[in-house]
């Protein structure tokens, strides 16, 4: 602010008459703020810091000043300057009365207008919007150009109003004495004004924008900014400058503090030099495309800060900051930086007091040099490739205060050193490899704010000296191996506890019942703790609870009443996999879009409901029972609805449509009848539609092909009639179809194979499908699961079966097919039959590779194709007409672990390669017309009898009927039928003739009395249909002729 101003910065609506007392209170401020910056240096850019203290300056001058002019009477404001201003308002749009005081003659009395005290001309515009976000106070419409009238103008700030996308004018250029222009945030768009360059009197220019409407296509013209300190274009893009960027900037004697975030950087020139300039101090290149680290910038010996984070910089080589003389702060995070721990330390950076290098690939072990850091005060290396221990060596920082090391690769036990950093505020250990015990020191750390240590092999127990940190508000030590007892006074002076994480882990809690903790928990997570068996009373006093995660805790006994007093304002609530019991009240009170989750109980009674909007309301696997409440659809907003594995009945409400922004919906494993609403059709951002395991009827409502995000769809296991629909055609986004095991008729459509280009599963079986096997289902080249058993499929199998690409690799790496939403995931399942029993897959599904097409009316030859598919995992063929021979290189499936041929025409030797196919558990060749020796040898010799039965002409081990053999094995494996197989001849001889005399005499004796011939064949009619009845109960591969006999 210019010196020698009259401003007023207060409330529109109230001006300030005592002018001492608020400069007094100015004074008062800076000496806090000088005090307050010496510890706050993160989280802030540390120049912001040396700016405002400037300003803070500015302002003690100026309270100086009006001490000691004391009561004099202030100089009016200049008449054509009060015009101007009337001027310039009455373009503006002002909703919320922020220029209500400009009116009345002294101009200089109005909100954000600055005067001189001599001459009355005005010298300030500050009408910046006092929230600070655009929106709400914001000013807008036009910045007409009588404000240029203001020829004394030195400060003008517009910035976080919302001028839509208008230009900056280019009248700003005859504002001859502008010192501060600060247009951030403030709507504008377009091109910047290259006549910008014109102010040569400017020290302060801020255009950044967050939402980078704004553009250069040249930063020449800033060359005319002789005087210029303070340069801030974050979010302006940059992009068509190049990289002739830094050349003009290095032009600028004066220039202090340069903030380029956000640009769209490409790259610099790599040997620009600023050797003319020793006042640069501040430089912010964040969030950029720099590859690599500007050469000019490590000889520039003046600056205090280098902001380089959020860039592609890569490289392995020292990092080329430690020579720099003054150098406070570096931050080069979230880049692709592979340089070792070791190069890193090994200069002394005597005065760095800020490193962060967090999120890249800084690798090897921490050396012990790190101690030589003394004026460090904030440390993060976290989410790198560090490794080995932390050296026990390292001499005490003695003003750190925040040391992050949190997901690296670290190792061994925390050194004892760590409960000496006097001043440490936050310790981020997390996502390592230490083990060993909790030091007791960490409980002297008496600053202490933040400490987490979660997800490490630590043991031992929980140090009751953490209970001493009555500073502390975060403590985290989930997933670890802590055992033990935790009791009152683990938590003694916790009083700003607001945090607390102690999941999974082996510790016992012992608390009284009448417990009341020192704290007010905001967040409470305790997952698989044993803190049951009954239900924590403390809780009772967590008046500003906002979370709570007492899942898999070995709870009992029933929820409290007085729990849903204070669950109003919980945004998560998981009480999920205990041994709660009892009812719910019948509407329960929670946040707005909270997450419940009060699955896996023994929770009966009515479904409850929410009084308000909810996003995730999960109550599958209890007891419920039941109709779903007619008002279920009244949670508009709720995106996951699970009421699965429970034991309602009656049908699902029509108001279900009206969840609009629902993306789950899994009603599956219950007694619900009647239709599926058409009204689901409307839910447009369902994923997930899980239906199966009920008693559903009718017809599947052509308006779910609305449903055109929908990824899944179970159906399976109900009484669903009719036909697929075409409006199916337009769910392109299907990974799953499920329909099995229902009544649905018709052909299987050719569209599938153009409909489905993502489709994994494809589940038909045990339905009325008729028709051939569609070839257009070879087109499905992400299929994983194929199954289309148990139907009328009559023809032959497409000979282009290898085009099943997703069936010609083998799986080794395991991708879970889960639909997360926030804290909950929906996890993808199937039930397959495999091995002789039905199995349902869920965390390995994504292995498995699945044909079946058993139990229809399918014949002609298996294509040779088959053996492409060397992803396969189960392949049932049986109870069909399948006719041929087994191929020669059935080997190819070396992934095969089930085989089933049973009950076919097939023919011919089984392949001697079936030996190396040492995945396969299941083989069933059964009731075939196969011949010759078994390969009973490798892999074919776990199977027993019955796996070969029903073959006449299949002989040897593990069959009872031998072959005989006359030359050794070719292959060491299969022998030659002998030559004393000739000996039997006689014996099958003996057997045909035996058959003949028994035909024959029937027949001559029912010829001479016809009607014994019509009781006779009577007798075996009726013998020969109760066999095939009991047949088709008790053998599948009955199965086929019951179809032909019924």
């Known amino acids: 602010m210019p010196f020698g101003t009259q401003v007023n910065r207060t409330s529109p609506m109230q001006l300030s008459d005592d002018y001492v007392n608020a400069c007094s209170m100015l004074y008062i401020m ?26 803070l300056l500015i302002v003690i001058n100026f309270a100086t000043r009006l001490a000691h002019n004391g009561n004099a009477q202030l100089v009016n404001c200049k008449a054509s300057d009060r015009e101007a201003l009337i001027e310039f308002k009455n373009g503006l749009s002002d909703p919320n009365n922020l220029l209500s005081s400009w009116q009345g003659g002294d101009c200089c009395q ?70 501060y222009l600060n247009l951030a945030n403030s709507g504008f768009g377009g091109k910047i004004p290259p006549n910008l360059g014109n102010i040569s009197s400017l020290q302060h220019l801020d255009i950044s924008s967050t939402f980078g409407e704004n553009f250069l296509d040249n930063l020449e013209w800033v060359t005319g900014l ?50 003319n300039s020793s006042s640069l101090a501040v430089i912010d290149l964040s969030y950029n495309n720099l590859n690599s680290i500007p050469r000019w910038l490590v000889n520039i010996s003046s600056l205090l800060s280098v902001d380089l984070s959020y860039n592609s910089i890569q490289g392995s080589n020292s990092i080329g900051f430690c020579n720099l003389p003054n150098l406070r702060f570096l931050n080069i995070g979230n880049n692709n930086l592979g340089v070792s721990s070791y190069q890193l330390f090994k200069q002394s950076w005597s005065k760095l007091e800020v490193l962060q290098l967090d999120n890249n690939f800084v690798h090897g072990k921490l050396p012990a040099s790190i101690g030589n850091m003394t004026s460090l005060t904030h440390l993060d290396l976290s989410r790198n490739y560090i490794e080995g221990s932390i050296p026990s060596s390292i001499r005490p920082l003695p003003h750190l205060q925040n040391f992050l090391l949190s997901c ?31 030091p007791d020191n960490l409980g002297q750390i008496s600053k202490l704010s933040t400490l987490d240590v979660s997800s490490n092999h630590l043991t031992g127990n929980l140090p009751e000296s953490m209970g001493k940190l009555s500073l502390l508000k975060y403590l985290d030590v989930s997933s670890n191996r802590l055992v033990g007892i935790v009791s009152e006074s683990h938590f003694l002076k916790l009083k700003k506890l607001v945090f607390l994480d102690l999941s999974f882990n082996s510790l016992i809690f012992n608390f009284s019942p009448n417990w009341v903790p020192a704290f007010q928990l905001k967040s409470l997570m305790m997952r698989s703790c044993n803190l049951g068996p009954s239900f924590p009373g403390w809780l009772r006093s967590q008046r500003h609870i906002l979370e709570v995660d007492l899942s898999n805790a070995n709870i009992s006994g029933s929820i409290p009443n007085w729990f849903w007093d204070i669950s109003g304002s919980l945004f998560l609530l998981n009480f999920s996999s205990n041994l709660l019991q009892g009812h719910l009240p019948s509407t329960f009170s929670v946040d707005f879009c909270a997450k419940v989750d009060l699955s896996f109980n023994l929770l009966e009674g009515r479904i409850p409901l929410p009084s308000n909007q909810i996003a995730v309301l999960n109550l599958s696997n209890n007891k419920f029972s039941g109709p779903i409440p007619e008002n279920v659809g009244d949670n508009s907003l709720i995106l996951v609805l699970s009421l699965a594995s429970n034991q309602i009945t009656g049908a699902i409400p029509t108001s279900i449509g009206r969840m609009q922004e629902v993306q789950v919906i899994d009603l599956s494993r219950n007694n619900l009848t009647g239709r599926i609403p058409k009204s689901i059709g409307n839910c447009s951002f369902l994923q997930v539609l899980d239906l199966q395991n009920n008693y559903l009827t009718g017809r599947i ?130 039930v397959v039959n495999t091995k002789g029993q039905s199995l349902e897959y869920t965390r390995t599904l994504s292995f498995l590779t699945c044909i079946d097409i058993s139990g229809n009316y399918l014949h002609g030859e298996l294509p040779h194709e088959v053996t492409k598919l060397e992803g396969l995992v189960i392949l049932n063929l049986s109870r069909n007409h399948i006719s041929g021979q087994i191929p020669q290189d059935i080997s190819k499936l070396c992934q095969l672990a089930s085989l089933d041929r049973s009950s076919n025409t097939f023919s011919g030797p089984l392949p001697p390669s079936m030996v190396s196919m040492s995945f396969l558990e299941y083989l069933n060749v059964s009731y075939n017309n196969f011949s010759g020796l078994i390969p009973y040898s490798g ?92 047949g088709c109960k008790t053998a599948a591969h009955f199965r086929n002729y019951c179809f032909h006999r019924h």
């Open 226 to 275: 002789t005087s210029l300190k303070y340069l801030v274009l974050d979010g302006v893009d940059l992009a068509m400058v190049g990289s002739k960027w830094v050349r003009p900037l290095s032009m600028l004697p004066a220039l202090s503090e340069v903030h380029l975030s956000d640009c769209n950087l490409q790259r610099s020139t790599l040997f620009v030099s600023f050797a």
């Open 701 to 830: 409502p052509s308006s779910l092909g609305q449903l055109t995000v929908l990824h899944t769809i179970h159906l399976r296991n109900n009484k669903i009639t009719g036909k697929l629909p075409s409006s199916f055609k337009n769910l392109s986004r299907l990974t799953t179809l499920d329909l099995g095991c229902n009544r649905l008729t018709g052909i299987i459509p050719q569209w599938i194979g153009e409909a489905f280009p993502v489709l994994k599963i494809l589940d038909l079986r045990s339905n009325v499908f008729s028709g051939e096997l569609p070839s257009a289902l070879l087109k499905l080249s992400s299929l994983n699961v194929l199954d289309l058993a148990e139907n009328q499929l009559r023809g032959t199998i497409p000979t282009n079966l290898g085009s099943l690409k997703s069936m010609t690799q083998g799986k080794s790496i395991r991708e879970d097919l889960l639909y997360f939403l926030g804290d909950y995931y929906y996890q993808e399942h199937i």
């Open 939 to 1030: 892999q074919m010799a776990t199977f027993e009898a019955s796996s070969f039965a029903g073959n006449p002409r299949l002989c040897g081990a593990p069959l009872v009927v031998e072959c005989f053999v006359s030359d050794p094995p070719v292959s060491g494996v299969i022998r030659e039928i002998d030559n004393r197989y000739a000996v039997d001849k006689w014996f099958y001889l003996a057997i045909g003739l035996g058959f003949a005399v028994g035909l024959l005499i029937p027949y001559l004796i029912m010829s001479t009395k016809r009607s014994w011939s019509f009781v006779y064949f009577d007798s075996v009619d009726k013998t020969v249909d109760e066999i095939l009845y009991l």
């Open 30 to 55: 800076v000496v806090h703020h000088s005090q307050w910056f010496k510890v706050q240096t993160i989280g802030a850019k540390p120049m912001e810091t040396s700016s405002l203290l400037q300003i």
């Open 110 to 179: 109005w909100w954000g207008i600055g005067c001189n005290n001599r001459t009355g001309a005005v010298i300030t515009v500050d009408i910046h919007n006092p929230d600070q976000f655009p929106g709400k106070f914001a000013l807008g419409g036009e910045l007409r150009s009588s404000l240029a009238k203001l020829k004394s103008l030195e400060y003008l700030d517009l910035s976080f109003n919302a001028f839509n996308g208008n230009q900056i004018p280019t009248f700003f250029e005859s504002f001859e004495r502008l010192r």
């Open 408 to 438: 690296n690769q670290l190792c061994g036990m925390l050194p004892s050193w760590l409960g000496q950093l006097q001043n440490l505020v936050e310790l981020h250990l997390n996502s390592n490899l230490f083990n060993g015990t909790l």
